[in-house]
């Protein structure tokens, strides 16, 4: 059952006060920029609380979220105040029990994931495995495996992915390096995709102590 008040506390919390920035390691961005951040995100809010008191279906949900994820010109924005607008979203999406990955990805990065990496659902039967790409959590050590179902000559590096272990819920990075088509995720869920025009190894690690961190 959905929360409504961890909405409620959301929408009064100052979401992009000093502190919250001084949290990231951030420092704050100016502030008619954090004040439309704060009214954007509290009309979103309002509209939801609203419609959950109304009973309305999972999909208005939803689509009221991506309503307001559209409204916000990522133009004007640097890259860490994208990331923030992107992990209040996440944080909402959780509270109302909706996937919302793959819009915050294309809002964030562009249509990644259906550019050069196609991520397969499994068909079991139907799929070749070329390649498995295995490294441990560095919690628990299960097994991340990454199953390579297509190769291809020419094509660069993939992203940098931020995954979460299925068996304890711990942030790994992944690099699977090059000419890779299509793939396969094994005992892991894809959290963030990085890309390269705007992470290197150094900062793709950085992120991930940021979600290891404050996301516990």
Known sequence: MINKERLNYLLEKKKFADSEWEK???????????????????????????????NAFQSKLKLEL???????????????EREFICDYFDEIAKIIETDFKNELNKWLYGSL??????????IKGKEKVVDILSQECTKCHASLETFILQKEEGIPDSDFFIVRCKSCREFNLIDIGSNIKQLRFGEYELEEQLSRNQYDLDGAKIRLKQLQFFRK
Do not use: A, Q, V
């Open 24 to 54: 990231r390691g951030l420092n704050p961005s100016d502030n008619e920029l954090c004040e439309l951040m704060e009214s954007k995100f509290n009309e979103c809010l309002h509209s939801l609380i609203l419609l959950i008191e109304n």
């Open 113 to 122: 994931l259906n550019s050069f990496i196609k991520l397969s659902s499994f």
């Open 66 to 80: 991506k309503r307001s994820l559209k409204s916000f010109d990522k133009s004007i924005f640097d890259t860490e």
